[in-house]
């Protein structure tokens, strides 16, 4: 799939255009776009620009669509296997934009989703070899980083010296959080346990390229070994963020040059860390027996830190003005360490830790990750020992795939997006639902899984009430002007690409510092495609996760068209 760049930067829909998914479809996976009410009742694929029709078929019922205030009818050419590049027709409505169908359809996004974290590195220049216009100077080599006087203890005062390089920039800005690097690097080696031949296969073009090691882990490295070093080795707890005290300006990495600082243990961070280094530790097995080692030794040291302190609630200092992520429940963060814990170890006392019974299932977010001891759980299910609950384990994945596809199946998208999803970082939401109906599909095969995954996909790539890809780079009307510093700040028209857009929620935070207007108040359309909408365009590196994740389970799970 070439890389198309787009000529603008929409904000709303053209009232009357055909949605779908802007870049295609795998030849035997579900194919469905939204098309607004009118007086047609049928539809025409034609081969892109021309009069040539390969199929036709009946426009679903009319829908009131309240989140985005359209009625719109769906139409369904899933039969439509024939690779090839095609439009959709109806009277009375322009062409829909061009599409592919074919056998590696989201091979290139994903790599774009997975090289985005590349471009987000923190403490290394970007070399033209591997990032082409896109090459920047180093920013941030956090060799010299500051105790701030909330982590300070005994051996590492306040004003103490130590050394935390690598990771990834969280998001728009440049700071880096341990929260949320939590669930972006579990999503990710996720995504490997699960399709490690997809990922084997990959050549991202960045700078460990070719060193034996799949580039997903390569990548998923860099941010691992920064996560090491937020670890006070004299007691196993594990610092919530390095940051600045203030946000950066729009400036590119090598010109933000305040101090930094790590900021106050947290139970939250030890979790997290704990769930992840315990993931990773398995992972990298295969690759470096002794990092592997390590990783599980810090993994323990983490979770016995949080034992220890299980109520070390994050609380921003004063003079300290950047993302929180707080969060006054860790429940959920304890029964995710303690599965993963247990499927690295098989100590059974982890799985009791886990309090099973108990634990319900949601949409995975940062501060909610009780599911993703579920989905792991569910994909090491044949190596678990007798401790684990099998049946409890499939229950709970394929009872939240039933209430996602239930949805899916009443919304007049075709979408698991309710009116409540559109939040922060609804784009995320989306992919982390198709992420657990994808876990479903796994355990059993329902087709309907599949298909309300797939509609997740679509919604990100153009299937929206905002008729935009929101992957920057992909689709010919694709996000252009994300809230991402080095976006903004390197004087490239283009964004970026592979960068997922935070997506529209009707709280629009950002209003009273954004001299463009939102074109809309409503929840699915309330989206700015502008650098000023940290609310509704910002990039974050927990939202890209479930886009690598969904896009290669797609490339891996749809079966082949039949003939």
Known sequence: MALLLACGGASAAPAADIKLNQLGFLPGAAKV?????????AFTVVK????AVVRSGTLGAAAAAQDSGETVRLADFSALTVPGRYQLRVAGLPDSLPFEIGAAAYQAVNAAAIKAYYFNRAGIALDARQAGVYARAAGHPDTQVLIHESAASPSRPAGAVISSPKGWYDAGDYNKYIVNSGIATYTLLAAYEDFPAFFRAQ???????????PDLLNEARWNLDWMLTMQDPADGGVYHKLTNKSFDGMVMPAQATQPRYVVQKSTAAALDFAAVMATAS?????????LAARMLTAAQAAWRWAQAHPRAYYRQPQDVSTGDYGDHDVSDEFAWAAAELFITTGDAAYYRAMNAPALQATVPTWSDVRTLAWLSLARHRKTLNAAADQALIAARVDGLAQRLAAAWQQSPYGITLQTRDYVWGSNAVVLNQAMVLLHAYRLNGRRA??????????????RNAVDISFVTGYGARSTMHPHHRPSEADGIAAPVPGFLAGGPQPGQQDRQGCA???PSALPATSYLDNVCSYASNEIAINWNAPLVYVSAALEALTPAAAN
């Open 516 to 518: 463009a207007p939102y």
């Open 449 to 462: 899984y599949l298909d309300a995954a797939q509609s997740g996909l679509d919604y990100v790539l153009g």
């Open 282 to 290: 398995r992972v990298y097995a295969p690759h470096d027996k002794a």
């Open 48 to 51: 892109a620009g021309s009069d």
């Open 33 to 41: 776009a939204v098309v607004p009410d009118g007086g047609a009742r």
């Open 203 to 213: 050549n991202l073009n960045i700078p460990e390229s070719g060193n034996g090691v």
